[in-house]
């Protein structure tokens, strides 16, 4: 006797043609996609022909053949179908790529991986760095303004000196000849020629002081020899105040 055993995922509807074809007392076993029948001796497979007209249709069909060899002391003899086994051999090699494709690609990621921290960890390094010359260069920016507020103090402490040697009305040079300087009641100074010049003359038969109207501050000031003294040690009547971090 010969036992028969069929698997399908095609479609539930040939699996119910095929127990139509086998007799009731032959099935051994049936369920929604397999199917186990015994042949008797003698007898042809009812489903060979049906199967095999399946099987062009869709090749994943796994077909099991158990042959009973009782006049041999017994056992079984299994009659597996060359292009299921064919199959079988595919997928087999198919899964075996795969794995080999799952362990290359593990690998890839595992190599990203360190790739990944590699590059976090140069980014962190750069970071620092990046945070250490900022904070040169905030050092540098804040040095370069305190040059700057000396350098403006220079500049403006000289044009300060340099105002001072010159006559407020004429804009000469002091010395020590004609244009000695002649500080007024005010604070001002002039050359002795402008101050000739800026003395507002009295009137007529009237003995009075002499005055003038101060050119810088326009404040009308007493004229006379005690009151206008040469001065030869002149400062600035405005002074620039240092900056704080100026050491003089």
Request: one cysteine or more.
């Amino acid at each position: 006797m010969q036992i028969s055993a069929y698997t399908i995922s095609y479609a539930l509807i040939y699996l119910y043609d095929f127990m139509e074809k086998v007799e009731v007392e032959d099935i051994i076993y049936a369920d929604t996609d397999s199917i186990v029948y015994s042949i008797p001796d003698g007898e042809e497979d009812p489903l060979e022909n049906s199967i095999g007209d399946l099987k062009r249709m869709n090749p994943v069909i796994i077909s099991v053949q158990l042959k009973l060899r009782g006049d041999e002391g017994g056992g079984v003899q299994v009659i597996v179908d060359p292009q299921a086994q064919t199959e079988v051999e595919k997928l087999k090699r198919t899964l075996e790529l795969r794995g080999k494709r799952m362990t290359a690609m593990q690998k890839r990621i595992e190599i990203l991986e360190n790739v990944q921290r590699e590059l976090d960890r140069r980014i962190g390094n750069l970071q620092a760095e990046a945070r250490v010359h900022q904070a040169v260069i905030e050092g540098l920016q804040e040095q370069t303004n305190r040059d700057a507020d000396v350098i403006d103090f220079l500049h403006k402490e000289q044009l300060a000196y340099e105002g001072s040697r010159l006559c407020s009305v004429c804009q000469y040079r002091y010395d020590s000849a004609a244009r000695t300087p002649h500080v007024l009641d005010c604070g001002h100074a002039v050359c002795g020629p402008c101050l000739d010049r800026l003395i507002i003359p009295p009137p007529p038969n009237q003995t009075v002081d002499l005055v003038l109207r101060c050119p810088v501050c326009r404040k009308i000031v007493y004229v006379y020899p005690a009151r206008s003294r040469v001065v030869f040690s002149m400062i600035p009547g405005v002074l620039p105040v240092p900056p704080r971090d100026l050491d003089i």
